[in-house]
């Protein structure tokens, strides 16, 4: 598991100012995009991966079990245990849930 990554605050202004200046055009008309990261965007796959990597590790903590392997390649995870059976989503439904829209 990777250890917890911590950024400067900088990091968070520049992030909060490259998406809150995404404009796009549709039909000849300019939009400023209001929700989300951009596809297509630089920032997408850096910002995603850095929220997967988050996610992964709060997922990690809550499982009653130690996976002997476990990997992840953007979002597709592999994962396997010696235990007969384990409800995963047990354990990890409140984690989804708590995910803002």
Do not use: C
């Not at 850096?46 to 809550?62: C, G, H, P, T, Y």
């Amino acid at each position: 598991m990777k250890e917890k990554r911590t950024f400067p605050k900088e990091f968070f202004k520049a992030l909060e100012l490259v998406l809150n200046s995404t404009i796009f055009s549709f039909n000849d008309k300019f939009y400023k995009q209001t929700f989300s990261i951009p596809m297509g965007s630089s920032l997408s796959s850096i910002v995603s991966d850095i929220v997967m990597q988050d996610l992964e590790m709060k997922a990690l903590q809550r499982l009653p079990i130690s996976p002997f392997f476990y990997v992840r390649y953007v979002d597709d995870i592999a994962l396997a245990h010696d235990a007969l059976y384990i409800d995963i989503l047990h354990w990890l439904t409140p984690l989804i849930h708590s995910i803002p829209d």
